[in-house]
């Protein structure tokens, strides 16, 4: 499946505008929130506007995968994008907060066909030689928008409004559409297999089930409830169906043989850790900032900054690199820099300076960029190119799984201590310890709280604060350590020797 040379620039900027509209969006619509809710209400719903979307995302991404190796990747890459502007269209004309849930789910179907779809363009597409620096460029604006996400969402809120959140994705999408839709020839060659509805549905209602358990687990409900529990057991029967599914299936959507390749196992389980690491980072750093240090940023867009310059220096340098080093070998790199970010992040205290956290900060956006390139030329070295679609998406699943998970587990443990800590502190205040100005952090970020409170109480909220964000980045450092013992297991293969593989195919076919 081949773009002509004098179209595959057009192509390429299409597949990265894509990428860009639907990995931002989730951190877009979070910074917008507030307003939101403030406007259409529904304070105990608002977590649906999230979870709907990455639910949504996160099941349409291995059967999305999957289907674009059967039938195409520009079918379903176009149908992504069209669905995907549809809910945003939807989205923006919400009247209600379940409305707007709804809206989002459609958005989420779309982009779980978006990304693992354009990464598969993108490597069928551009020669091998040249794959070390596009997947670069295409892993710089994934971990890009992440973090821009939220600089463009408050702007957007504060001078705008918050419906354009989603409109904005309107002009990007349309483009991204046009340059797919004419610039774009594919083969009409495809892998002729049958469709795994059972596999299907299991996967979606056992990833519906877990989602929806730890986004309502500790917040809605409580963790014990037999709402919460029945989600889990839930997740555990349909995933154990779907395995026994799969096993069985002529085509499965996601082929556990695939996991025999130590490269292909090796590259998901390090995007697992490290998106686990690194979402960690992305939450806990701005908190920190703004409600122990007092900062006068008004986003986490603006804050996260210096770890954004270091995410995208980090996946341009490792894009490069592929051509001249093994997987391995960068991945090592990488998560040792990481671990170094992760922990001194654990040295956090109110009087740690700007400078040092500004620092600490790039070396963690180091210790991530890299991953978003090499990560995804790693896991389909071994794969031809009818297979490239159930890997991409595998890898986009487990990665956002990762940090699904590491924002849950980490938000428990950093609220929990926090709270412990308060009442120790205030032991005997009943009125301070139950009063929720004191045991919710987001409360003191605001400068105009901040001034309501006493010097002194202040103070010792500040302290904790900073006490449970270095505790919570403490924990982040076992993610962190085992992201370095998976990328220590890795194969030695490198782009080079996929280069020479898929040379002598097509020498073989050229005698046969």
């Known amino acids: 499946m081949n773009a002509k040379q004098g179209n595959l620039k057009i192509v390429l900027a299409g597949l990265l505008l894509a990428i860009l509209m639907a990995s931002m969006d989730n951190t877009i619509v979070a910074t917008a929130m507030g307003t939101i809710v403030g406007e259409l209400g529904g304070l105990d719903k608002f977590v649906w506007v999230t979870s709907a979307y990455m639910v949504a995302e996160m099941a349409g991404m291995p059967i999305f995968g999957k289907l674009s190796d059967m039938f195409g990747r520009k079918m379903f890459f176009v149908f992504g994008l069209v669905v995907f502007l549809i809910g945003s269209i939807l989205c923006g004309t919400a009247e209600s907060i379940i409305q707007l849930s709804i809206y989002r789910a459609i958005q989420g179907i779309g982009g779980g ?113 037999g709402e919460i529990l029945g989600l889990f057991i839930a997740f555990v029967l349909l995933f154990v169906a779907f395995i026994l599914i799969e096993r069985k299936a002529k085509d499965p959507i996601i082929s556990f043989p695939m ?57 341009t340098t490792g894009g490069f690199l592929m051509n001249k080093l093994s997987y391995r070998s960068i991945m090592i790199v990488v998560t040792i820099i990481l671990g170094a970010g992760v922990f001194f992040l654990t040295t956090l205290s109110p009087d740690t300076s700007r400078f040092l956290v500004t620092v600490y900060m790039i070396l963690t956006g180091l210790g991530i960029g890299a991953t978003f390139s090499v990560l995804s030329n790693a896991a389909i070295h071994h794969f031809e190119p009818a297979q490239r679609g159930s890997v991409n998406s ?67 909220i500040v302290g904790v604060l ?42 073989m076919e050229m005698k046969n």
Not at 150 to 161: K, R, S, V
Not at 407 to 426: A, C, M, V
């Open 466 to 507: 900073s006490a449970s964000i270095a505790h919570t980045f403490m924990w982040a450092l076992i993610p962190t350590v085992l992201a370095f013992v998976a990328a220590l297991i890795m194969s030695k293969e490198q782009l080079k020797t996929s280069l020479e593989n898929e040379m002598s195919n097509k020498k």
């Open 113 to 225: 066909a978006l990304i693992p779809i354009a990464f598969t363009i993108m490597f069928d597409t551009v020669p091998v030689e040249k794959r070390g620096k596009l997947g670069g460029l295409f892993g710089a604006v994934f971990g890009l928008s992440s973090i821009f996400g939220p600089l463009l969402g408050a702007y957007i809120t504060d001078y705008i409004n918050w419906h354009w959140v989603f409109y904005v994705n309107i002009p990007l999408g349309l483009l991204a559409l046009a340059f797919i839709v004419f610039f774009y020839k594919e083969s009409p060659v495809h892998a002729k297999q049958k469709i795994d509805w059972w596999g299907a549905v299991t996967l979606v209602g056992s990833i519906i089930s877990l989602m929806f358990a730890l986004e309502l687990g500790g917040n809605k409900y409580e963790w014990g409830s």
């Open 394 to 460: 595998t890898v986009s699943f487990i990665r956002s799984l990762g940090m699904t998970l590491g924002i849950t587990i980490f938000g428990i443990i950093q609220r929990d201590e926090f709270s412990s800590k308060l009442k120790e502190i205030f032991a005997g205040q009943d009125q301070m310890v139950n009063n929720p100005t004191f045991n919710d952090p987001r409360v003191i970020l605001a400068p105009e709280a901040r001034a309501h409170i006493p010097a002194p109480v202040l103070d010792k």
């Open 259 to 315: 996991f025999k390749i130590r490269l292909f196992t090796t590259s998901n389980l390090l995007g697992l850790f490290s998106g686990m690491a690194f979402v960690t980072a992305s939450v806990y750093i701005p908190i920190y900032i703004q409600g122990v240090l007092g900062g006068t940023a008004t986003n986490s867009g603006l804050v996260l900054l210096p770890m954004m310059l270091g995410s995208v220096v980090s996946a």
